[in-house]
């Protein structure tokens, strides 16, 4: 069974939240777009990267992209943005 494609869903604060698997090659592509200069993965960028291509909301019945306002704005808080990163980068980094 491919992993491209393959979908799970967790509610985290009250907000159902999609994680879609890009598949093995983009995967090992986005963690290289994530690295800095000095060859670390970069929060912010990882973040970036699964927001683009893994992580998404079902808002008022419609699966939408996030970004870091959409924690900022919903949530006020680092707590909700920190266990969707997680359960994300569990989801697609098993």
């Known amino acids: 069974m491919s992993l491209k ?3 799970e869903s967790e509610t985290i604060g009250g907000v ?3 994680f879609q698997h ?3 090659e983009e995967v090992l592509d986005l963690k290289d777009r994530a690295r800095n200069e000095a060859g670390q993965v970069s929060d912010k960028e ?3 990267e699964l927001f683009e291509h893994v992580i998404f909301a ?3 019945g419609t699966m939408q992209k ?3 306002a959409f924690f900022e704005d919903r949530f ?3 707590k909700e943005y920190k266990e969707v990163i997680k359960a994300a980068s569990k989801f697609l980094f098993r």
């Open 5 to 7: 494609g393959k979908q």
């Open 16 to 18: 159902k939240f999609t």
């Open 22 to 24: 890009p598949g093995i």
């Open 46 to 48: 990882i973040a970036k």
């Open 58 to 60: 079902e808002i008022d």
């Open 66 to 68: 996030v970004n870091f």
């Open 76 to 78: 006020g808080s680092m």
